[in-house]
């Protein structure tokens, strides 16, 4: 069972904000279960997908890596969850997900959980936000709020970066798009809202105390693109 993730699976389900927000799309990056592994290795061989051996032997137990001669794109298969400056455990969202890609809200802090945010990655919180709505559970239009606020109230250092890029975002916004932009700015403003306004856990108090002292995220290991075709 494979899904959609990253930039692809925001223009799949916001096609309106895609075109608002446009951009290039340059890889392509999938969810998928490691009990699965060894069946989303057979299917990425039997359609062509070159793999990545030496990756994929290190790596193997929680990501994937491919290439794509067709479309000359490194193809990345995250398995259980992902893991980048910040943890998203996946594996129990299946029942969550929409059809094709993973649920709109992980999709959504997949983006926003990003340290060193990039013009891309606030395309992509836009046009998400820019067709689905907040709402109390996740579907193909829509974005479980309750679920994010949850989630980050027992985890200061994720709610410490999500809430920088909300304001990050808001403010590429209103530079660049400022036409076009209110619908999205004010859907982040008001998540920023409920995930101060609700309560924290004990374990989100005592991280706040340490604070930016210490770093609060992981630095994502940087592996490249990958072309065995040299070209």
Not at 65 to 94: A, G
Not at 191 to 201: Q, R
Request: glycine share 4%; hydrophobic share 40%.
């Amino acid at each position: 069972m494979l899904r959609l993730i990253g930039g692809a699976a925001v223009a799949l389900l916001s096609k309106q904000g895609s075109e608002v927000f446009k951009r290039n799309y340059k890889d392509i990056d999938l969810f998928g279960l490691s009990s699965q592994s060894r069946k989303i290795s057979s299917f990425l061989d039997s359609i062509q997908m070159i793999p990545n051996k030496r990756f994929n032997a290190l790596h193997g137990f929680i990501r994937l890596m491919y290439y794509d001669p067709v479309l000359e794109s490194t193809v990345d298969v995250f398995l259980d969850e992902f893991n980048m400056c910040h943890k998203l455990v996946l594996k129990d969202r299946l029942k969550a997900m929409t059809k094709y890609t993973i649920p709109p809200s992980d999709l959504l802090l997949t983006k926003l959980q990003i340290v060193q945010i990039t013009e891309n990655d606030f395309k992509d919180v836009a046009a998400l936000l820019y067709d689905l709505e907040l709402a109390d559970h996740d579907s193909e239009s829509t974005i479980d709020k309750n679920y994010i606020v949850k989630l980050l109230s027992d985890d200061w250092g994720f709610y410490t970066t999500v809430t920088d890029n909300i304001d990050k975002t808001i403010e590429y916004l209103s530079t660049n798009y400022q036409a076009v932009a209110k619908r999205v700015i004010d859907k982040l403003k008001d998540l920023k809202e409920a995930l101060e306004k609700n309560p924290k856990s004990i374990k989100w108090k005592m991280r706040a105390k340490i604070g930016r002292r210490v770093k609060w995220y992981e630095e994502p290991e940087e592996v490249g693109q990958f072309n065995p075709t040299g070209t």
